[in-house]
């Protein structure tokens, strides 16, 4: 949906990485000029399974998040050569 209508692509990404090192990184993988990168951490939640045993409680991790805008008329061909 997102990139239908706003040309913009999500990733997760390392924890650690910052918005300049995404850009890079976007752009040298797949040869498009990125406008801009907004980040957001999403937080873990608690997962709960029922066994034979009991109620088994988990906990899924948290991740990092990147919302990538590319320039007008560009856009990412994740399938093109398949």
Do not use: C, H, W
């Amino acid at each position: 949906m997102l990139s239908d209508k706003r040309n913009q692509y999500s990733f997760v990404v390392n924890k650690g990485a910052n918005k300049i090192e995404i850009r890079k990184a976007v752009e040298a993988m797949y040869q498009v000029t990125v406008e801009s990168v907004n980040t957001l951490v999403m937080p873990g939640k608690e997962k709960n399974r029922s066994t034979r045993s009991g109620l088994i409680r988990g906990r899924k991790p948290a991740f990092k998040k990147a919302v990538v805008t590319l320039i007008a008329g560009e856009e990412i061909d994740f399938f093109g050569d398949i």
